[in-house]
T-cell receptor, first 112, second 113 residues
């Protein structure tokens, strides 16, 4: 199975609500990253959190990392229709240089 | 503008006809990688390169070749494409080491008939 597993697989919310998605992984990491992908397009890097960090913010995004539980969460606050996309977590594993291993993604639909 | 450029964006080809998907980055990144994305299987790494003339297999390298003769270019070569290589392909680059997020290209949607 994949190193990163996102939960839920799909999420539907109203504009203005918060969206939370989770990522679990199996092995020790250098860092964990979150990406957004609009349908069929390239992935866009959102945020990187290092293994010695617990929380990070970027605009309306908040990422947490719990290395003891091998899990991370991405919170999008005050969601907008433009946030409709798939969101992927990716782990940079200690033994694998700069290789990123991606999870299966969470599809987020923000309804206006 | 800092970017990764892939070409072509769409490609339909026939089984066995050699093809090359080009990838170029203008950020002086050391690390480059190719992924394929398939429904239900997510993104899987095909090959990566940590610097010029240094390439290595990812998780699904069979049927693919790469080269890294210059820092900016990392072409993906399918010597004899087969229908199971129909997929959405992404090139990505990063600074390397343990610091960087990836910059992705826009993708190449390949159909092999």
């Amino acid at each position: 199975s994949q190193q990163g597993e996102e939960d839920p697989q799909a999420l539907s919310i109203q504009e203005g609500e918060n969206a939370t998605m989770n990522c679990s992984y199996k092995t020790s990491i250098n860092n964990l990253q979150w990406y957004r992908q609009n349908s069929g397009r390239g992935l866009v890097h959102l945020i990187l959190i290092r293994s010695n960090e617990r929380e990070k913010h970027s605009g309306r995004l908040r990422v947490t990392l719990d290395t003891s539980k091998k899990s991370s969460s991405l919170l999008i606050t005050a969601s907008r229709a433009a946030d409709t996309a798939s969101y992927f977590c990716a782990t940079d594993i200690r033994a694998a240089g700069n290789k990123l291993t991606f999870g299966g993604g969470t599809r987020v639909l923000v309804k206006p | 503008e800092a970017q990764v450029t892939q070409n072509p964006r769409y490609l339909i080809t026939v089984t066995g006809k050699k093809l090359t998907v080009t990838c170029s980055q203008n950020m002086n990144h050391e690390y480059m990688s190719w992924y394929r994305q398939d429904p239900g299987l997510g993104l899987r790494q095909i090959y990566y390169s940590m610097n010029v003339e240094v390439t290595d297999k990812g998780d699904v390298p069979e049927g693919y070749k790469v080269s890294r003769k210059e820092k900016r270019n990392f072409p993906l070569i399918l010597e004899s494409p087969s229908p199971n290589q129909t997929s959405l392909y992404f090139c990505a680059s990063s600074l390397g080491g343990t610091g960087g997020g990836y910059t992705f290209g826009s993708g190449t949607r390949l159909t092999v008939v």
